[in-house]
C-alpha cells in the first residue's frame, strides 16, 4: 500500500519531511502530490509572470541579470536562456554529494515553497519536481557551496540541472547522468521558462533539509541521553534525590522541569540507586546536574524545531509574486532567502548538542575511573585489569569525538563574506551550520553508544554485589534488555568495535526510545 502526503505550502511538518526522506530506497511506499488549492495559487502567479515579460516589466532575475548583473535588461527573446543559464553557471558545488535521503528532503521543501504560489512557476515545474521524489531520481548535490544567501544556490541548482536533463542523478543504485536518470524513470525532462531557473536555485531548501533531519535526531538523542544518564547513575551507585520535583519547581525551566519528571520515570522502581547517606550526600555534576545540562538541550532543540517549523512553509525565493486588491499583480524583491534565523537556529542546536556529548563523555569516564566512582565498581570496567584493559579506550574514544565536536561547534552564522561584487554583502552561511550540527549529532550519538555499552557492563559488576534480585528502574530495565541482546558482558577484551556499532544502531533507528516508552506507557 502506497501512503500519500499532500503538500499546499502551509502545512508540511518536521515528520513528514523525514517520512519522505527516509523512504529513499523505497520511493514508490510514499507518494507527494500537490493539494488543489495550491494548483490554483501556482498557475495564478504563473500568468503574473507572463503578464510581466508580455508588457516588457523591468523585473529582477526575470527580466535583469542576477546578483551584481540585476541593472542589465534581458531582451525578450532571451528571457528563457537567462533561466537555463543560472542553472548551468550556478552548479559550483564541490565536496562530497549530501545523501539520497537529505536530497530527497531538499526537494520536498522546495516543492513546498512553490506550492504556496508565490514564486510564479509553471505547474508542470513543480509535477516535474515531484515526480524525481515520487520516482526515486535523487540528482547528485555537492555538500559544499553554499553561503545561505541568496540561499542555498549552488546545491539547488545542482538538484534543477537534473530537471533538464543535466548533471547526474542516481536511480534504482546506480549513478547516472541527469538526462539518462529520467529517461529510465519516464519523466520528461523540461526547458525552464521566465523566472523559474531563479525560482529553483533562491531559497533555504538545503539548510532546512539537513537542519529538519538534525534536529529530528536531535530529539531522539534528548530522550537516549536521559536513558544512558539513568543506567550510568544505576551502575555507579548513584542517588535520585537531586531529580526531586521540589528542587525543580523552585527553578521552573519547562525543560528542566520534564527532564526531572522523565527521569524520575527511568528510575522509578530500581533498587540499584542508594538512598540518603549522611557519608556521601551527593553525585558528582555529570550525575546530580542532568535535568539542568540535559533540560537546556531540550530547549534548544524544542527552538530549532520551531524555527525550522516555520521555515518549511515559508516563500523564500526572490522576486515574489503578490496581487493587489484588485486583482492586479505585483512583483516585489525583498530577502526571504536570507537564512539567518536558521543559522542562529542550527548554531545553537550545534552548541547543544555539543553539551550532550560533553556531560556524557564525563559519566563515561567515571564509570571506568575507579577513583572516581569510590571504586564501586573495577578499573575500567573489566576483571584482571592490567592482563586485560577493558574499557579504557572507549573514553578515548569518546574523548576524541567530544573534542571534535567543540572545533565544530564554532558558530557558522557569526560569519560572514561579500561577494557578487559587494551587492550580496552578509550572508548567513545556514548550511554550514546545517551541516556542522549534523555532524555532531552523529558524533553525539556515537559518544551515547559508548556510554550505553559501558554503563550495560557496569551494571552486570552490580548486579554480582546486589544480587540476582536486584531492580533496575521501569526504563531502565528495558533499556538494559535490549543492550544486552546486542551485546555481551565482557569477561575478557575482545573486539569492541561492532559491539559499539550494534548499540549505535539502537539509538539511530529509535528502537532504543520506543521499547523504553513502550514500557513507561508514554
Known amino acids: ?17 523525514v517520512a519522505v526522506a527516509r523512504a529513499w530506497s523505497q520511493p514508490e511506499s510514499l507518494k507527494v502530490t500537490l493539494a488543489p488549492e495550491a ?8 500568468r503574473a509572470v507572463e503578464e510581466f515579460v508580455a508588457r516588457g516589466e523591468v523585473i529582477y532575475g526575470i527580466t535583469t541579470g542576477f546578483g551584481a548583473f540585476k541593472d542589465k535588461i534581458i531582451p525578450p527573446d532571451q528571457v528563457t536562456q537567462l533561466q537555463r543559464n543560472i542553472i548551468m553557471s550556478h552548479a559550483v558545488g564541490v565536496g562530497e554529494p549530501f545523501d539520497q535521503a537529505t536530497t530527497r ?15 510564479g512557476v509553471r505547474l508542470e515545474l513543480l509535477e516535474t519536481l515531484l515526480e524525481l521524489i515520487n520516482r526515486g531520481v535523487h540528482p547528485i548535490v555537492p555538500s559544499q557551496g553554499s553561503l545561505g544567501a541568496s540561499g542555498d544556490l549552488a546545491p539547488l541548482a545542482h538538484i534543477s540541472l537534473v530537471l533538464l536533463g543535466e548533471g547526474e542523478a542516481i536511480y534504482q543504485g546506480e549513478r547516472l547522468p541527469g538526462g539518462e536518470a529520467m529517461k529510465r524513470a519516464g519523466i520528461p525532462t523540461i526547458e525552464l521558462a521566465a523566472k523559474e531557473g531563479l525560482a529553483l536555485t533562491n531559497g533555504t531548501a538545503v539548510m532546512c533539509a539537513v537542519g529538519a533531519l538534525a534536529t529530528y535526531q536531535a530529539e531522539n538523542l534528548s530522550k537516549v541521553a536521559d536513558i544512558a544518564g539513568c543506567l550510568s547513575l544505576e551502575a555507579l551507585h548513584g542517588t535520585p534525590l537531586a531529580f526531586d ?20 520515570r527511568l528510575i522509578k522502581d530500581s533498587t540499584f540507586l542508594r538512598p540518603y547517606d549522611p557519608l556521601n550526600v551527593q553525585d558528582a555534576y555529570t550525575l546530580r546536574c542532568i535535568p539542568q545540562v540535559h533540560g537546556a538541550v531540550r530547549d534548544a532543540i524544542l527552538y530549532a524545531r520551531w524555527v525550522l517549523e516555520i521555515e518549511l512553509n515559508s516563500v523564500t525565493d526572490n522576486p515574489l509574486i503578490f496581487f493587489e486588491e484588485d486583482g492586479t499583480p505585483v512583483s516585489i524583491s525583498g530577502g526571504n532567502f536570507h537564512g539567518e534565523i536558521v543559522a542562529i537556529a542550527m548554531d ?55 573534542s571534535e565536536n567543540k572545533v565544530l561547534a564554532h558558530p557558522a552564522s557569526v560569519d560572514s563574506i561579500p561577494t557578487s561584487a559587494n551587492t550580496e554583502d552578509h550572508v548567513s552561511m545556514g548550511c ?27 551494571i552486570d559488576f552490580r548486579r554480582e554485589v546486589l544480587g540476582s534480585e536486584a531492580r533496575l528502574g521501569q526504563g531502565t530495565a528495558p533499556a538494559y534488555e535490549l543492550i544486552r541482546q546486542r551485546v555481551p558482558f565482557l569477561e575478557h577484551d575482545a573486539i569492541m568495535y561492532p559491539h559499539i556499532e550494534a548499540v549505535r544502531k539502537l539509538i539511530d533507528s529509535g528502537e532504543l526510545v520506543r521499547v523504553v516508552e513502550e514500557a513507561l506507557e508514554v
Open 39 to 46: 494548483r490554483e495559487r501556482v498557475n495564478r502567479s504563473r
Open 348 to 402: 545553537y542546536l550545534g552548541m547543544a548538542l555539543s553539551e550532550l556529548g560533553n556531560i556524557s563523555e564525563r559519566r563515561l569516564t567515571r564509570l571506568t575511573d575507579e577513583a572516581s566512582n569510590r571504586e564501586t565498581l573495577p578499573a575500567f570496567l573489566i576483571k584482571h585489569g592490567g592482563l586485560n584493559s577493558g574499557f579504557m579506550l572507549t573514553q578515548y574514544t569518546a574523548a576524541a569525538l567530544a
Open 432 to 458: 554550514t551550520a546545517a551541516r556542522q550540527a549534523q555532524q555532531i549529532a552523529d558524533n553525539v550519538e556515537r559518544i551515547l553508544a559508548l556510554e550505553l555499552f559501558a554503563a550495560a557492563q557496569g
Open 245 to 264: 520535583e521540589r528542587i525543580h519547581a523552585v527553578r521552573p525551566h519547562p525543560r528542566q522541569v520534564d527532564c526531572a519528571a522523565y527521569l524520575r
Open 105 to 119: 528532503a531538499m526537494m520536498l521543501i522546495r516543492a513546498n515553497t512553490l506550492a504556496k504560489g508565490h514564486s
Open 1 to 17: 500500500m502506497t501512503d500519500t502526503l499532500t503538500i499546499d505550502g502551509g502545512h508540511l511538518t518536521l515528520e513528514d519531511v
